[in-house]
């Protein structure tokens, strides 16, 4: 079993940054993609960003578009999601989840081990 674990969620105000981090316990990871997903409060769950094995390919919803960044780091196979310019409507909280295989995109059910998620709260 792979334990999947999300961190640096907070409270932050409108115009502010954060950046998540995902973590995972097992080698695995080094070889899947990686997503985002979030869920704001009464929504259903989202896909925000993913990133392949190598980094190489990224892809994000289009109401993150130029304002998140994906990436990890090859070694540990850790996730990261820089998000900038935040606004009320990104509060949620926000998943990570490592994917079956090297390249994965929006379909959450393109992956396989997910974490407890991690709260962000933008203030107006």
């Known amino acids: 079993q792979v334990r999947v674990e999300e961190s640096g969620g907070g409270l932050v105000q409108a115009g502010g940054s954060l950046r998540l981090s995902c973590t995972a316990s097992a080698r695995t990871s080094t070889n899947n993609a990686m997503g985002w997903f979030r869920r704001a409060p009464g929504k259903e769950r989202e896909f925000v960003a993913s990133?392949?094995?190598?980094?190489?390919?990224?892809s994000y919803a289009d109401s993150v578009k130029g304002r998140f960044t994906v990436s990890r780091a090859r070694a540990s196979g850790a996730s990261f999601l820089q998000m900038s310019g935040l606004k009320p409507e990104d509060t949620a909280v926000y998943y990570c989840?490592?994917?079956?295989?090297?390249?994965?995109?929006?379909?959450?059910?393109?992956?396989?081990?997910w974490g407890q998620g991690t709260q962000v709260t933008v203030s107006s």
């Open positions: 990133i392949s094995w190598n980094g190489g390919t990224t």
């Open positions: 989840a490592v994917a079956r295989g090297s390249y994965a995109g929006r379909d959450s059910t393109s992956y396989t081990y």
